[in-house]
């Protein structure tokens, strides 16, 4: 097999894992119980590793793919232009289609819902979303009820901006010295309101690497099991949350896992294509938010256990995935026009 083909299946593969860690994310469960808030309890440590420490990782990661994809077009800066202003017109229907959509989607349950007591009280949203035509334009453009789509939001904005940031990347030492302004900007947590510096420094960095490291980004290193072990170095300052290294090392984590995660995934896997399902990683993130909530707080009814809560919080994101699982297939193959229309066409 081509090393292309190896590399397009290892993208497949870590978006796969990512989509789940982000799930992680939005599965925490902590305000469905009644636990002493300064109490550290199991479920805050597997809430720590599972979501602030690994399931972090993966909105870096896509920011840096995005890029990287976007950027990928010709062996010379210079030759890009043309083709990224071919591949923004076809991110109107990859991109700003399925983001209004399932905006639209989420604000429409969200207004339904707030209205029906037992029900917003499931969603952790019991306050009445007003139906004004402010509040419909923020749903619909602003993602205001689907909340989990600022990532979405701000990979719009730096799509439409890539350009610019083409240009400034035809000089090397200027790009380097952008991305290192950018560092310090994301350090800082700095937010331009239409995009975070955090989002930009990422984004930025794909397409450095797209344009400058493709070989050290495209090809397995010698040294993966090194970097598999500064990897967990790096998280475990990032778990125990360390004074400004703990910091540095979220900014810089995600490059680590890239590299470190060939030795998690095995040769033969990565030779062979991967099932449909593992291509899906636009409509895991898309669906997964309102199901995973309800789905937390059915399972926090059952107990109020500690151990139960652990238990709850781990397999909720699975149970969750074999349920987007069957969404999937049975739109794939009865609406295959709308399902195609909100994965962006990525089906």
Same mark, same amino acid.
């Not at 292309?4 to 593969?13: E, R």
């Not at 499931?122 to 139906?131: D, P």
């Not at 309101?193 to 290193?221: H, M, Q, T």
């Given at each position: ?14 978006? +796969?894992? =990512? ?10 469960? *902590? ?24 399931? %972090?990782?993966?909105?870096?990661? +896509? @920011?840096? =793919? !995005?890029? #990287? ?16 202003? %071919? ?12 983001y209004l959509c399932w905006n639209t989607i989420g604000m429409v349950f969200y207004m339904a819902i707030t ?35 600022? #990532? ?6 730096? /799509?439409?901006? !890539?350009?610019?940031?083409?240009? &400034?990347?035809q000089n090397k030492k200027a790009s380097i010295a952008m991305i290192f302004v950018l560092f310090l900007l ?9 995009? %975070? ?18 070989? +050290?980004?495209?090809?397995?290193? %010698?040294?993966?099991?090194?970097? $598999?072990?500064?990897?967990?170095? +790096?998280?475990?300052?990032? #778990?125990?949350?360390?004074? *400004? ?7 810089? $984590?995600?490059? $680590? ?43 926090? !009814? ?9 238990? !709850? ?5 699975? &149970?969750?995935? &074999?349920?987007? @699982?069957?969404?999937?297939?049975? =739109?794939?193959? @009865? /609406?295959?026009?709308? #399902?195609?229309? $909100? ?5």
């Open positions: 097999m081509k090393i292309k083909n190896k590399f397009s299946n290892k993208v497949k593969y870590t978006s +796969f894992i =990512m989509s789940v860690f982000v799930m992680y994310i939005h599965a925490i469960n *902590v305000s469905y119980y009644n636990f002493d808030t300064n109490t550290i309890t199991v479920l805050h440590r597997v809430i720590r590793l599972l979501a602030d420490t690994l399931g %972090k990782l993966a909105v870096p990661y +896509f @920011f840096v =793919m !995005s890029a #990287y994809w976007l950027f990928r077009t010709a062996e010379e800066p210079s030759g890009k232009k043309n083709c990224i202003q %071919k591949k923004l017109v076809k991110k109107v229907k990859t991109l700003l289609v399925p209205r029906i007591p037992f029900i917003s009280s499931m969603m952790n949203n019991q306050e009445v979303i007003e139906i004004t035509v402010e509040s419909i334009l923020k749903g619909v453009f602003l993602h205001a009820n689907y909340y989990s789509f600022w #990532y979405m939001s701000d990979l719009i904005v730096l /799509t439409a901006i !890539s350009p610019f940031v083409l240009q &400034i990347f994301a350090y800082a947590d700095v937010d331009f309101i239409v995009f %975070k510096a955090e989002s930009l420094f990422y984004f930025s960095l794909g397409g450095y690497i797209s344009l400058y490291l493709n070989d +050290f980004w495209s090809k397995e290193s %010698k040294k993966k099991t090194l970097y $598999l072990v500064v990897f967990i170095l +790096f998280a475990l300052m990032r #778990y125990f949350d360390t004074p *400004v290294v703990g910091r540095i090392a979220y900014i810089i $984590l995600p490059i $680590l896992m890239w590299k470190a995660i060939d030795v998690i995934l095995p040769e033969k896997l990565l030779e062979r294509n991967p099932s449909w399902f593992v291509t899906q990683t636009f409509f895991i993130y898309a669906a997964h938010l309102i199901p995973i909530t309800c789905l937390g707080h059915l399972l926090s !009814s059952v107990s109020g256990s500690v151990l139960w809560a652990t238990l !709850s919080y781990f397999v909720a994101p699975l &149970i969750t995935l &074999i349920f987007l @699982f069957i969404v999937s297939m049975c =739109m794939h193959r @009865f /609406t295959p026009k709308i #399902y195609s229309i $909100l994965c962006g066409s990525r089906n």
